[in-house]
Structures are given as C-alpha cells and as structure tokens.
C-alpha cells in the first residue's frame, strides 16, 4: 500500500482547491534543524525589537511613521502607487476624501484598517471571521464580505514574459467551503494547544492559509499581511504592531511567490516558512536600527532647538514634528501645545534653522521634516 504524503497538494491549478487541507498541517513538515536555527535568529531580532520599542516615550512617534511606511509598501505589492508625498500630505490633512487621488485614498484606508483590526482584537480577545471581513470591508471600501459561490478567482502570473498571465492558482470556491476554511484558520489561531507552539512559525503557516483559502474578491494579500503583525500582538510577541514585512516581500517579491506555489505544488512548507523567518529576522533589525536612528535625530535636532533659547517646551515641539514627517500648525494647536500664533512661529523658526522644510500645497502650509522621511524610506 503506498504511503500517504504528509500534505494533500493542489492536483490541478486550473480548478478551485476546495481540498485545501484543514490546519494544523503535519509537525514532520516543519520540524528541522535548518527551521529551528533561523527560528532562533527570529526570536533574537524580535526580542531586541520588543525591548527597544516599549523604551520610547512617545509611542505616537512608532504608531504614525512606521505604520504609514507600510501602508505605502504593502499596497505597491498589489501595484497601488503613491508618492510619500502625496501619502503625508493627505495623512497631516485628516480629510482623506479631499484632493486625493485614488491610489493614496487606498493606502490610507489600509493604515487605518491596521488600527481598527488592532482595535476589534483588544475589545474581542480572539480572531473571527468578522475580524477578516472588516478588514477587507476597510481597505477596499466594500459592503461585500466572503466571495459568493458563483465568483471564481484566478491567481495569474504577474509579469511581461512568456508565462505572463497564466493561470497559476484557483483558490477553493463556495461561500460554505470558505466559511468553514476560515473557521479553520480562526481556531488555529486562537488555540494554543493547535501545533505549532511557537507564535512565528504558526504565522508564517496561517499567513499561507489565508493567501490559499483567497475569501475576497480582492484585498486578499494586504488582509493577509496585517494578520501577520496582528497575530504577533495577540501572540504577545510585540505591544505594539510595528514590525511589517512588506518591505522584505518587495525585495523579494518572486522569493514570496514562488515560495507560496511551492506549497499548493510541491508540498513545500520548509523554503515558505524558512522565507517568513528571514523576513521577520531581517524587518526586526531593520526596525530596530530604523527606531534607533529616529531617536538619534530626534535628539540631535532637540540639542540644536534647546540652544537657541527661543523655544517653550522644545521636547514636546521635536516629538510633535516626528510623530509624521508633514506638520501643521493645527497638529500643534490641536494637541494643546500652543496657541496659533506661537505655533506658527515656531515652525517658521524651525524652517529658518534647516529643521524643517516649509511647503505651500494647494493654499496650505506644510512643514516636512526631511529627517524623518530618509529613514522612513530606506
């Protein structure tokens, strides 16, 4: 009698996988030394990340950079563009629907959909389905939820060769199959007792899950990868949702693709979740030296600020000019810190002094901290 494999793969791309196989998957798949050692590696550079973010003051400054960066880079990955321009400026504005365009509109709901996902889990304590459906509703500004069993939904071949636009993934089909497979996936993640018992590796195999099972018309990619840092928080592995991988899936887009159809194909999970660990090992210093660096300017720039002698609570007026790289007068008024006038003239100082740049967009006036935006964007 032959053997059984230890994981079910898709027989035929061409047809919708409603035998995705239920989680956990089999132990024996991910249980080797080459997993285990980059896990070690993992949990280092996550450690060092926990510890060094729970140290700032102002937790505001982590909250609004950082989570806009990814905004930006996890929509590029489904080809949505914006400039970090355009991005700050409709972020210090708080009017999303005005003067917007359409790509950066997108790009804000997803950093908001981080927030009311980070939200809807401290008030819940546990994933739902109603938890993804959100999600999806936000970024994509739909009514919709589950994909309804006559949708089908092709994964193609991103690119301009030969195999562009060939169909290489149809995810399961039927409302039904979906629930129950995501209802799968929701246990999975709410039990502790489900293998696997460490938190980066039980991410890195719901994060496939997710992508496989595909329940939305569209979104699917950018649901999946605020679960990633949402998972963590719920896991208690960070405080605060502030290690994002998307800028590593860029680097490695065809890595993050091949890697997730060697799965479905192959059986494959050792090079997918070997792939997910280099990416939470070299986000979580990247982060980590990142927060350092906004640090080091932040007080390099208040040492300058301070000896002028010109400046009422300077340490409260750095903080506030780091919190997002464009401020305005009203971010300053509005926080209690100064009256209009007072503000203004501050940041017309601070712009006197190179600190900041002033900028006059469509008849407002913007102050962007070029500091901040460099290491933002490395």
Known sequence: ?????????????DVPWNGLPLLP??????????????LGRAKEAMGLLAGRSVAIPNQAILINSITLQEAKDSSAIENVFTTNDDLYQA????????????????????????????????????????????????????????????????????????????????????????????????????????????????MAIAHFQFEAIHPFRDGNGRVGRILNIHYLTQAELLELPILYLSRYIIDHKQEYYDTLAGVSQRGDWESWILYILRAVDSTARLTYRKINEILEAKETILDAV????????????IDAIFVQP??????????????????RNYLNKLHEMGVVEKREIKGRHYYKNHELEQILSF
């Open 1 to 13: 009698m032959p053997q059984q494999p230890l994981y079910h793969t898709n027989p035929d791309r």
């Open 25 to 38: 998957i089999n132990e024996e798949l991910y249980k080797n030394v080459e997993i285990y050692e980059q």
């Open 91 to 202: 972020f210090s504005d708080s009017r999303f629907d005005v003067n917007v365009s359409a790509p950066t509109k997108e790009v804000l709901r997803y950093r908001e959909a981080i927030w009311k996902g980070h939200a809807y889990l401290q008030e819940h304590g546990a994933f739902d389905i109603d938890y993804f459906i959100n999600l999806y509703r936000e970024i994509k500004e739909a009514r919709d939820g589950i994909r309804p069993p006559f949708a089908t939904t092709y994964i193609r071949q991103a690119g301009s060769g030969p195999n562009a636009g060939k169909r290489i993934y149809t995810p399961p089909k039927g409302k039904e199959v979906l629930r129950k497979k995501l209802q799968n996936l929701v246990n999975f993640l709410n039990d502790d007792s489900i293998p696997p018992k460490e938190p980066l590796l039980k």
């Open 306 to 317: 301070e000896r002028e002698q010109n400046f009422q609570r300077p340490g409260q007026l």
């Open 326 to 343: 464009f401020t305005k007068v009203s971010h300053l008024t509005d926080a209690d810190l100064y009256a209009e006038n007072t503000a």
